[in-house]
């Protein structure tokens, strides 16, 4: 430890490393670090330091290990890094692990009596007593293990050079309206902050300097923009089942509800919200609901999808509007709860027994949670039908830094319904009749005042008067059309995202949160290997015909999949299979987000 | 228009041949039936037309649902000018309780089965009767699989044999105790061989305000109707024991029936109908919900199958007044009621900046 510090304090301003590395806090759940955590990225974001947080943690209330990961960077790269250059060491059950495994070199802030200076010379160690430090902060015992997470970021905040002013700010917004918190809390921040003034040399690179890149944006995780985005979208029913890695979705989307869609002067509600008893009975009560002429969704996560199969099925065949939240998270089976994947990209997109296909969207950044939320809905009823709106773990419970949203410029679109007068004019209505010939017929809602509006919705056989049928031509008939309001809908949902690379010969393509890794990634390979690269991602299936003329466009495509199977590379394959030897695949599936290093060295090594 | 107690004196001849909006009977009949002849599941749908006519329910402010089953194909039977929804198998209540969210004006009547309710669907019928939804849940129940050819369902019981000789050795799931037991607020029992305390029943049920479960046993001719079954015409005949007679007076008709003090037990319902209840030598309370129970278990245990209204709670606020919803439906509202002004997101983002 002292050769080093001896060594590291003699760095020039020149191996000054400013705005670009990652920190990683390793603590127990249920510890309160979280606050803490955030209240540090808080902080560096305020700096004008554009700012990324990966929540590492285990499906455990209480005791087990979490890993909260802070990524600065100059360029504005928020996906994950395999490698960060500060540890915060504060779990004692995992400390020997964290700090084995860091590069040389790496700071690592932890207590003093862990002394894990006798595992690793060769990193950089700040020893801080924090038990001393937390018995400072109060009296009472209970709370310093709270506080002593307050006190590791004034350790970080000074070291780094974050501005006290900046944590203060951060502390006061993380603790709003609790102002016994906030004292507390900028007190034990202060103990630290004073206490590594006055006792640490900085023997580290490492700064965080004022910046003006993230002036004007916002701080929210993907779930909170897709409540948001729903609640715009005028969501009147919402049916849930509590499941990681969702739950935030609804919970979230409920507080805004009773905040901004109850009427202020009669206290009644323009929505309702139900959690179910599973999430059976949650897609029924919104297909229910969506059948009746509501706005209805619901939001879950794969084992949910797994018990919607039916109803699914029944939505799409009978034409019932719903939207469908999947914060998709490894499986199979219960796999890993609190880890991120998007492995149910067929799933979803095939989901049900019999030919079922499924319009799917795909957002890939918070604002896209936001408006794609507000285009399922308009989707589901243009189409009538079940819209799934695949996120991640990543994407939805990680904070990410994004521009303001914008207020939806486009009116909702309520889709094909007949009212009573539309019905006296007609002087007919059949149900499952292709009047317009894009595949898409037109409804009626239940207590429309009509003699004509009724008709018998059945997930059985039907003509299109809606009544029952086994006759073969009625079903080749029912299922052509679906196909066809499947390719109407190509035309519909939200186009690919296309960035061709001047001389590119090879291309990316990717969906939802693989983008920020495949972003810096591009970036290495043309930096390092002089490679350009195209980029098509994809934002829904249907396909559109911009994914041809991608793939049409270059030598090769890779298909960036966050699963073991390239789904999205075999969705594709189906989808041109002229083209499959020009389709590779680089799959990324041990649970963590995707990284640019991974897709970077996947491609290098295809190319090579 | 009334029945049994409730005759209006010196009222007597031919049925209108319009009810009280001006539709006739065959205003509110549905598709013909394919069911078996002699199948218990038409004689209910009978009185299920009867009951929405007399009562001059308007078709369109209806929503039939059901499950999978025989039960469930009734809705096509009946009327026809009213929004039908067969939904998969067991699963009926989550789409009347999204429906019923989505629109809390219309009358919802589910039709279910023993199978559909009380195996697959056991779980969404006690949520839904927990919650409270309004809907009337009739079961058709025959204690058997009908069209997947008679295997036994969780209804049959204890000792009762299939037409092949296999017995039935688990004990039944009684759908009203377990309904009572879940805090429903309208349970009632009948027979599909007795329309005039059915109808009855089916009217009040239509007045209450919440979930209505109507356990009604209902033959099965082709797979359950043999000595040696307790769910045949015969059997259900032989023990049928009904609580009370009784009577059902619609809100926009005077109570001219005369009784003597005591004799009847008078319940009003949310729309201002009335049920009267006919004691009948035993001093049964339907309010009482521990004597239900004890009465239901009684019952069971003696091997009596007890008929008419079980238990009843006018005063339990049903899932949409939980909610406290606008008094519009949901469905109906606009975007100027369910999309926030700019200003709302301006303020959202300004609180994540």
Not at chain 1, 155 to 166: F, G, M, P
Not at chain 2, 66 to 81: H, V
């Amino acid at each position: 430890m002292k050769t080093l510090a001896a060594e590291s304090s003699q760095k020039q301003e020149s191996d000054r490393i400013i705005n670009d590395f990652s920190i990683q806090v390793a603590t127990i759940n249920g510890s309160g670090s979280q606050s803490s955590n955030n209240v540090l990225m808080r902080s560096i974001f305020q700096m004008g330091v554009p700012v990324s947080g990966k929540n590492l943690f285990p499906s455990n209330i209480a005791g087990l290990p979490t890993w909260f990961t802070i990524r600065a960077s100059k360029e504005g790269y928020v996906a994950r890094r395999r490698d960060s250059e500060i540890l915060v060491a504060m779990n004692p059950q995992t400390a020997y692990e964290d700090v084995r495994s860091l590069k040389p070199g790496t700071v690592c802030i932890s207590p003093v009596e862990l002394k894990l200076d006798t595992i690793r010379q060769d990193v950089v160690h700040y020893q801080v007593p924090f038990t001393d430090l937390a018995a400072k902060a109060t009296d009472q015992i209970k709370l310093r293990k709270l506080l002593t997470n307050m006190i590791y970021v004034g350790v970080v905040a000074q070291l780094l050079r974050i501005e006290e002013a900046e944590i203060d700010k951060a502390i006061r917004k993380q603790f709003e309206g609790k102002q016994k918190v906030i004292d507390l809390n900028l007190n034990a921040a202060a103990i630290g902050r004073n206490w590594a003034r006055e006792n640490l040399q900085k023997r580290d690179p490492y700064f965080i300097e004022r910046l003006d890149k993230t002036k004007g944006k916002i701080i929210i995780d993907g779930n909170a923009a897709a409540a948001i985005g729903a609640m715009f979208a005028g969501a009147s029913v919402v049916t849930w089942y509590p499941i990681t890695p969702s739950s935030s979705l609804c919970e979230t989307l409920i507080d805004y509800l009773k905040e901004y869609r109850v009427d202020k002067e009669t206290g009644k509600a323009t929505f309702a919200v139900i959690q179910a008893e599973d999430e059976l009975a949650a897609i029924g009560m919104a297909l229910g609901a969506g059948w009746a002429g509501a706005r209805s969704m619901t939001s879950t996560s794969g084992p949910g999808i797994s018990l919607m199969a039916e109803f699914a099925g029944y939505g799409y065949f009978t034409e019932i509007p719903t939207v469908i939240f999947d914060i998709q998270r490894v499986g199979p089976s219960t796999g890993m709860p609190t880890r991120t994947a998007q492995g149910d990209i067929i799933f979803a997109h095939l989901l049900s027994h019999g030919d079922t296909k499924h319009i799917v969207l795909f957002p890939a950044t918070v604002e896209e949670c936001y408006e794609m939320a507000m285009a399922a809905f308009d989707l589901a009823e243009r189409f009538q039908t079940p819209v799934f709106v695949l996120s991640d773990l990543d994407l939805g419970m990680n904070n990410w830094m994004s521009d303001p949203f914008k207020y939806p410029l486009k009116p909702f679109d309520r889709g094909k319904v007949l009212t009573a007068e539309d019905l006296q004019k007609l002087g007919m209505f059949e149900r499952y009749k292709d009047v317009d010939g894009d595949g898409i017929c037109y409804r009626t809602l239940p207590g429309t005042k009509h003699p004509l509006a009724a008709y018998f919705t059945r997930g059985s056989g039907h003509n299109e008067r809606s009544g029952y049928t086994e006759r073969p031509e009625d079903y080749v008939h029912l299922m052509d059309r679906l196909n066809r309001k499947f390719n109407t809908a190509r035309k519909h949902v939200p186009e690919p995202i296309v960035e061709t690379a001047p001389n590119a010969s090879i291309g990316i393509i990717a969906c939802g949160s693989s983008h920020f890794a495949v972003q810096e990634g591009r970036d290495q390979l043309k930096a390092e290997a002089q490679l350009p690269v195209s980029y098509c991602r994809v934002r829904a299936l249907p396909f559109t015909e911009h994914l041809r003329h991608f793939v049409e466009a270059h030598d090769h495509v890779y298909v960036v999949d966050q699963n073991r199977d390239g789904q999205l590379r075999d969705l594709i394959r189906l989808e041109l299979p002229e083209h499959t030897m020009k389709i590779r695949s680089v799959r990324h599936y041990d649970g963590l987000p995707i990284d640019a290093r991974f897709i970077s060295e996947a491609i290098l090594e295809q190319e090579r | 228009m009334v029945d049994s107690l409730a005759t209006p004196k010196g009222q007597a001849g031919p049925a209108p041949s319009t009810n009280r909006i001006g539709l006739t009977l065959a205003d509110y009949k549905g598709s013909p039936s394919t069911l078996c002849d002699g199948c218990g599941h038409d004689a209910i749908t009978s009185q299920i037309i009867k009951a929405f006519y007399e009562l001059g329910v308007d078709p369109y402010r209806v929503a039939k649902l059901s499950g999978i089953g025989c039960s469930s194909k009734t809705p096509a039977y009946f009327l026809n000018r009213a929004h039908g929804f067969n939904a998969v198998h067991g699963r009926m209540p989550s789409i009347a309780t999204g429906v019923s969210a989505a629109n809390k004006e219309l009358l919802q009547i589910g039709i279910s089965g023993d199978g559909d309710t009380a195996s697959i669907g056991i779980g969404q019928f006690c949520h839904v009767v927990r919650r409270n939804v309004p809907l009337l849940y009739l079961v058709e129940n025959n204690g058997v699989y009908g069209l997947t050819k008679g295997q036994f369902s969780a209804t049959a019981d204890i000792g009762s044999r299939l037409k092949s000789g296999v017995v039935n050795d688990l004990p039944a799931i009684d759908l009203c105790g377990l309904a009572i037991e879940l805090g429903c607020s309208f349970v009632a029992r009948s027979f599909a061989g007795d329309p005039k305390q059915l109808v009855s029943l089916l009217k009040a049920a239509i007045s209450h305000n919440g979930t209505a479960v109507l356990d009604i046993i209902s033959p099965c001719v082709t797979f359950n109707n043999h000595e040696g079954s307790t769910k045949s015409y015969k059997h259900a005949k032989e023990t049928d024991i009904p609580l009370h007679e009784i009577g059902y007076i619609p809100f926009y008709e005077q109570i001219t029936v005369d009784y003597q003090a005591g004799e009847v037990e008078e319940v009003t319902m949310h729309d201002g109908s009335h049920v009267l209840l006919k004691k009948l030598g035993n001093d049964y309370d339907p309010t009482d919900r521990v004597g239900a129970l004890n009465t239901i278990r009684k019952a069971y245990e003696q091997q009596q199958f007890l008929t008419g209204l079980i238990y009843i709670d006018e005063s339990k606020p049903n899932f949409n007044e939980l909610m406290h919803l606008v008094d519009e439906p949901l469905a109906s509202l606009k975007e100027d009621r369910l999309r926030p002004p700019k200003q709302v997101l301006d303020e959202i983002m300004k609180s994540l900046m």
